[in-house]
């Protein structure tokens, strides 16, 4: 099978297991502890139900809709992911022109390999957003800003639910720490990928001189491996003042990743944020995460149209997108599905992740006799208090 054949993300997820090391496809794939926030994003997500209509004439649906007033080709995002460059060489680019290519606004991650002025001038001249995580150095991470502005990025993504270390200890039982924990298993690891060892960390050392690198972070030059992880703790001291610092600093849209509570959305709203994204950080946060899916509802009634709604997490199929957005998600974001696509065949890979995306929710509209994605309703989508018996 090659990414072209691919039929559902899942053929592409297969693809990237057999291409990146297990290390590395873990970190990936993974959530932390026992992965039950990540099964139950899935479980959330497969107790709805859609309710179809007959009758209507759906020959010339299409997926099209607005995000910020603006087109996209369909109501998703690729949201940021730290290995993008990690899975490929220059994955963030290949991401970007994906993105670009289906018509979707692309998030550039803090932990990217490649400049974010590289991603903007070979991307592919889509819509670009950049993700910021903040460090223990507040003001190093600020500095992130102003490049992303000059950089003419359209959004900033704010991430909150990471403020301390992820517990993912099949991380550090695989050696894929920082340092990376060199065993003889993990060797055998890498030496049995070579597609991933030459083609993506060899690439790197011969057209760039260097092992991947965080080329976005305004580190001290010459930090050891330790000195790198000890810089990259994120800053646990993080409060509404500082949304509001960064609401002054950001003059663009700016979205708060990682919100499970209405009134953290309502705050938001009163601090100038323009989007919300309802996100369980795809089951990494905490292992006993609410599922996203499962408070949209409470995020939409509580804000009603004062803020652009997205919501992420376990979402992996057109119906899973149909359902946020019956819900009341204005969009969704994906993470795994283009990361997957990305790992298997760099751009062709993701640009294939979103077809089948894309072609599954059109499938899909017919079926439920939708012909615009925004005439979707809350009455398309059935709860499991609300089945019928
Ligand atoms: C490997 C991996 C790395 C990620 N890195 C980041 C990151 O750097 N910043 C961030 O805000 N979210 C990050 N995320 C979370 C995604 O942006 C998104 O919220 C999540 O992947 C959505 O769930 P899904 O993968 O099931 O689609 C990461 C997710 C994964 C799987």
């Known amino acids: 099978m090659s990414v072209y054949s691919a039929l559902n993300i899942e053929d592409l997820r297969v693809l990237a297991k057999k291409r990146l090391t297990k290390g590395l496809f873990e970190f990936c794939d993974r959530g932390s502890e026992d992965d039950v926030a990540l099964r139950h994003n899935r479980e959330a997500l497969e107790r709805i139900k859609l309710r179809s209509r007959v009758l209507n004439d759906t020959s010339s649906r299409h997926t099209k809709s607005e995000i910020f007033g603006a087109p996209v080709g369909m109501p998703v995002v690729i949201g940021p992911t730290g290995p993008a460059g990690f899975v490929w060489y220059r994955g963030e680019t290949a991401l970007a022109q994906a ?26 001249g889509g819509r670009l957003w950049y993700h910021l995580y903040v460090w223990r150095d507040m003001e190093a991470s600020l500095k992130a800003i102003s490049r992303a502005e000059a950089a003419g990025f359209e959004a900033l993504v704010l991430t909150v639910d990471s403020t301390v270390p992820y517990n993912r200890e099949f991380d550090v039982r695989n050696g894929t720490t920082m340092p990376v924990r060199l065993t003889p298993r993990n060797i055998a690891d890498l030496v049995t990928h070579p597609r991933w060892l030459f083609g993506t960390v060899g690439r790197y050392v011969m057209a760039d001189g260097h092992l991947p690198r965080y080329l976005n972070i305004d580190m001290p030059e010459g930090l050891s491996s330790t000195g790198v992880r000890d810089f990259l703790f994120k800053n646990d001291s993080l409060d509404w ?30 601090c100038g944020v323009d989007a919300v994204v309802i996100s369980n950080h795809g089951g990494i946060s905490s292992d006993a995460a609410l599922a996203p899916i499962d408070v949209l509802p409470s995020v939409v009634r509580e804000l009603g149209d004062r803020m652009t709604v ?25 993470g795994r599905a283009t990361l997957y696509g990305v790992s298997a065949g760099g751009e062709p890979g993701a640009t294939r992740a979103l077809e ?9 509209m017919g079926v439920m006799g939708l012909a615009r994605v925004a005439d979707i309703t809350r009455d398309h989508v059935v709860l499991p208090h609300e089945l019928p018996l």
Do not use: Y
């Not at 089948?356 to 899909?364: M, S």
């Open 310 to 334: 997205i919501v992420d997490s376990g979402f992996r199929r057109d119906s899973d997108i149909l359902k946020g957005l019956a819900l009341g998600a204005d969009a969704v974001i994906v």
């Open 241 to 270: 003042d500082f949304l509001g610092r960064i609401r002054d600093l950001w003059p663009r849209k700016l979205v708060v990743k990682g919100i499970l509570h209405p009134d953290d959305a309502a705050k938001c709203a009163k």
């Open 356 to 364: 089948i995306l894309q072609a599954e929710i059109r499938r899909t």
């Open 99 to 124: 993105a670009a290519k289906a018509g979707i606004p692309f998030t550039v991650a803090s932990t990217s390999n490649t400049p974010m002025e590289r991603i903007v001038d070979e991307g592919g």
